[in-house]
């Protein structure tokens, strides 16, 4: 017989980001969906999580396509920098 006790808050987060990553099992989809349903911060901070995820994979998507490099004058200047804090 499945366990369906309820879950606290934190292990709601902490299913809801696995949850994201598709590292979730369907036992713990199912007690985050009932848990979700009952309590409105968890509820929130998975639809806040669900935006985050996906507003970060857009911006990875972006930076594959758009190569970022720094400039020869930027380098010295990040080197620079580098060598002032790390001495």
């Known amino acids: 017989m499945i366990n369906f006790k309820s879950i606290t808050c934190s292990e709601a987060n902490e299913i809801c980001n696995k949850a994201q990553y598709n590292e979730a099992s369907l036992l713990e989809k199912v007690k985050l969906t009932v848990h979700i349903s009952l309590c409105k911060v968890c509820s929130l901070y998975s639809k806040q999580n669900k935006i985050l ?28 920098e580098l060598k002032k804090h790390f001495k």
């Open 53 to 80: 995820t996906q507003t970060f994979k857009h911006k990875a998507a972006d930076c594959k396509i758009h190569r970022h490099t720094l400039n020869d004058e930027e380098k010295k200047k990040f080197e620079e």
